[in-house]
């Protein structure tokens, strides 16, 4: 049998690269057993013959002689070249560098045990340190379920610190013309980021007299254009649920304390606080000792003496980081644990 060109070129012009006319008439008393197992080989067929692609582009990419032909990218040359939209281009180039770089990604994909799709949405996260266990993920899960698997692998392997780099890296905002004229803005934000502007957008909402029968995403859309266009000076309350399992914003996005902790200095930041049975703190700020409430979520997270090399663990005391007596709030953001002799010296250099 014939192999099938796909991803039909438009290059050659030779009837070797159209697809096979199929008599569709034929298809008709098909049992379903035949037409499944068709269109599983031919997906199949697709998958080696996507990959032996990628591994071309791989390449063609390495040794940049795209560039030869004015292109101004491997990308931009793949898109003018193959007929394709520059998206698809680029995250083609992504998957065939990160087969170089990771062989062990190259052998799953040529043995079929991954697919494009799925490496497509796995090499925005490989690293030297988790490929590995990545790539067994992968392979594992199905397709669909693929981005939160990774996402809760990550949440459970990366510090903080590790978090905060990659999900900086990934930020970027992007946009694009539809066949119907609209622009289509595309954003990807750090969770503090991400959920800031969302509480903008949605403050504005409220703010605006929503013309009659104007969905909530078109409200949305309006709010976002007149903050965009009229400039600043928009007032927004951010939730950050803060819990014994993580900070997450209201609609479930986890956030780092950092990312908290940066967030909290310059915003309009409403803190929920919950305890380790999910009950929402009371805090008051204007009463000088914590509540029994907001200890213990101090204690989750000092363990130990916070002065800095200091790592005693007992008899530790509450501190406002800022002075109670200079105004500082009795709120869990102004509260660590320190231990007794560094609280002293704290209170008198305070003095
Ligand atoms: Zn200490």
Known sequence: MKTQDVGASHDGGSTGDRARPRERSALTGMPVEQL?????????????????????????????????TGALSCAAWLSQRCDIE??????????????????????????GEISYAKARVLVASLSAENVDDLIHIAITTPAD?????????????????????????ARGVRW?????????????????VGGAVCAVIDSGTKAMNAPAGATLA??????????????????????????????????????????????????????????NKRNPIDASPRRRSPTRRQKR???????????PGCNARDFLEYDHINPYAQG???VLE???RLCDPHNRAKSKAAR
């Open 86 to 111: 520059m998206s698809s281009a680029r995250s083609q180039v992504r998957v065939a560098r990160a087969m170089q770089t990771y062989p062990q990604l190259d052998v799953a994909m040529a043995q």
């Open 328 to 330: 500082g709030d009795t």
């Open 36 to 68: 499944e197992s068709e269109i599983v080989g031919l997906t199949r067929r697709l998958n080696a013959n996507t990959y032996e692609l990628l591994v071309l582009v791989g390449e063609l990419d390495a040794n940049g002689k795209w560039a030869r």
């Open 297 to 307: 979520v101090v204690d989750e997270k000092y363990p130990q003496c916070h002065h």
């Open 145 to 169: 379920l693929l981005t939160t698997a990774i996402a809760t692998w990550l949440n459970r392997h990366e510090s903080e610190d590790e978090a905060r780099k990659r999900q900086s890296k």
């Open 176 to 192: 694009r013309t539809e066949p119907d004229g609209m622009i289509v803005i595309t954003a990807r934000l750090t969770p503090a």
């Open 334 to 336: 102004n509260l660590q």
């Open 218 to 275: 078109q409200q949305r859309a309006d709010s976002l254009a007149h903050t965009m266009t009229h400039g600043g000076g928009v007032c927004a309350e951010v939730v950050v649920h803060v819990t014994e399992e993580g900070n997450r914003l209201n609609d479930g996005t986890p956030i780092s304390d950092h990312a908290l902790g940066e967030f909290l200095s310059d915003a309009f930041v409403s803190l929920l606080i919950h305890d």
